[in-house]
């Protein structure tokens, strides 16, 4: 047996994980739209929302995801929205397949900090929280968080993301939780997303440009192939 299903059976595991492992086939989660025509094309694809705070919080009756609100923050030059990734956990948190953890987008060891501030509150209310890695954190800053229900969101900026994927991959596979990927939206970083090992990854391009939701999704079912 693989050294990381062993530890998958040491941890205890979580039934979505271990399927990703068995059939080597990661979830595809896209940005909540509300145009008809790419929810329809989304879902024959069976790629699963991720709900941000800020904005329409509806789940269009597919699986789902609950984002923290850290990146529009971070991209706006906001301040993170509290009161707003609070009302979202308590009304979709409990059904979500994972929240991420409040976190600094690229703000490293400040960012592990406030997650660690909110990881208690997130799982009180979550089946499974990830603890968002940003630039500058190592294995050993997150590993002796991660179990069956606290996972890693690989975030940061894009270049530290690529160079850093596959360790994380391989701490998640260790460690037995849920590994994913922030900010895919080529067919490129979809297969280092495989290489890498992770559970899922998510994107907004499937939602925005229909038509780029046969390349992706081509790109995902291509890697299961293998």
């Known amino acids: 047996m693989p050294l990381f299903i062993r530890g998958l059976h040491n ?18 989660y896209a940005a909540r739209t509300g145009t008809r025509r790419n929810l329809e094309a989304l879902r024959l694809a069976e790629w699963r929302l991720i709900l941000s705070p800020i904005g329409v919080l509806r789940t269009e009756g597919f699986p789902y995801a609950l984002d923290n609100g850290a990146w529009h923050a971070y991209q706006t030059g906001h301040s993170f ?8 956990l308590k009304r979709f948190g409990a059904d979500a397949d994972w929240t991420v953890i409040p976190d600094i987008v690229a703000g ?8 660690l501030q909110w990881m208690r509150r997130v799982l009180d209310v979550s089946p499974h929280a990830l603890l968002a890695v940003q630039d500058g954190l190592v294995p050993d800053d997150v590993w002796p968080f991660l179990s069956e229900r606290v ?6 900026s894009t270049a530290w993301k ?12 260790q460690a037995g939780c849920w590994t994913h990927v922030g900010r895919v ?12 090992g992770v559970t ?7 939602s925005r440009y229909s038509v780029t939701l046969p390349m992706l999704d081509h790109a995902r079912r291509q890697l299961a192939m293998f």
Do not use: P
């Not at 929205?81 to 979202?88: G, I």
């Not at 899922?200 to 499937?206: E, K, P, Y």
């Open 81 to 88: 929205d509290e009161h707003a990734f609070t009302v979202a």
């Open 151 to 156: 996972g890693i969101f690989v975030g940061g």
């Open 185 to 196: 939206n080529t067919a490129r970083r979809i297969r280092l997303c495989g290489y890498a």
């Open 11 to 28: 941890h205890g595991g979580i039934e979505a994980l271990t399927l990703f492992l068995m059939k080597n086939s990661m979830l595809a």
């Open 108 to 115: 490293g060891h400040a960012s592990m900090e406030l997650s």
């Open 162 to 173: 690529e160079a850093t994927m596959t360790q994380w991959g391989v701490v998640g596979r």
């Open 200 to 206: 899922s990854f998510d994107g907004s391009s499937a």
